[in-house]
């Protein structure tokens, strides 16, 4: 995988090196999502895909970073050690460069909820990004816990990019029968039996699985396609929830509006794009 610098007005974009010339790009975008089992998976209109898209996708948020070309030669984003926190230090490595063009953002309007079940999520308005999050499972090292976040990159750093993501041994196994989790492993994930942390080191926060959660809901809200203004609170949500929830969102257009980050009369502020820099695994 290589970040490569974009010009302003690019957004966050996918190249498969590895696929035919003119089918290479996939734009990050919520309409592009079609996937949500174990990841997210963006698909072009020539078929053409990369999952696992949300950790990335989060570093970029945390690292404020607006234009990219993601170049990949393969259908999937390297997973590392199943957080965001390798991406980050990639991004920290390269550096960034400051673009002068303004800065758009999504200004949350009203409320929008999308339920399924005993799951929930919401996007309300706010006067900056924030998130909470509510988790319940059957397993003495989760059982319940909730998390609030609220956004900045320095926060991001410290309370969210290295929260790992998790699975129950059980699950693991059955997706394997079906050709699923194959790259799975104690190395890029936390694997919970019963109610024991499999993982040598155990866990980096006590609250590790919450704070993941609320590391992939900003990775899939990223695809809303600029940051958003607003409060998002998720119970028992992941990558399908998240995804319903934009659609939903810009299917009110009464919701949302494009918003500058300044006043038309004052300069506005440069737009961080990555400098290059490649990350093998």
């Not at 790009?25 to 078929?47: S, Y």
């Not at 005993?118 to 059957?138: C, G, K, N, Q, W």
């Not at 109610?195 to 006590?206: A, T, V």
């Amino acid at each position: 995988m290589c970040l490569r610098p974009a010009p302003a007005s690019t957004g966050i974009v996918f190249k498969r090196i590895d696929v035919p010339r003119g089918d290479q790009k996939i734009k990050a975008r919520f309409d592009a999502v079609t996937d949500t089992q174990l990841g997210t998976t963006i698909t072009n209109e020539a078929g053409v895909s990369v999952s696992t898209i949300e950790h990335l996708m989060a570093a970029l948020v945390g690292c404020e970073i607006d234009n990219v070309l993601v170049e990949l030669d393969g259908p999937e984003v390297p997973v590392m050690d199943g957080s965001a926190a390798p991406f980050v230090f990639l991004i920290e490595c390269a550096g960034v460069q400051d673009l002068q063009a303004p800065r758009r953002v999504i200004r949350i309007l009203e409320d929008i909820t999308v339920r399924d079940g005993d799951r929930t999520v919401t996007l309300s308005p706010a006067d900056h990004f924030s998130l909470e999050m509510d988790i319940a499972y059957d397993s003495a090292v989760v059982e319940k816990q909730s998390y609030r976040f609220d956004f900045s990159p320095s926060a991001f750093k410290i309370e969210l990019c290295r929260a790992r993501t998790f699975g129950f041994l059980h699950e693991v196994e059955g997706l394997r029968q079906v050709g699923r989790a194959l790259g799975g492993s104690l190395e890029n994930s936390i694997v919970i039996d019963g109610d024991e942390i499999l993982n040598d080191g155990g866990l980096r926060y006590d609250d590790e699985c919450v704070r993941h959660k609320v590391l992939d809901a900003i990775g899939d809200l990223a695809l809303a396609g600029a940051p958003i203004v607003g409060h998002f609170k998720g119970d028992r949500s992941g990558h399908m929830m998240n995804n319903l929830l934009l659609r939903a969102l810009f299917e009110n257009t009464h919701a949302w509006t494009y918003e500058g980050v300044v006043e038309p009369e004052v300069a506005a502020p440069p737009v961080p794009v990555l400098q290059e820099a490649v990350m093998t695994a």
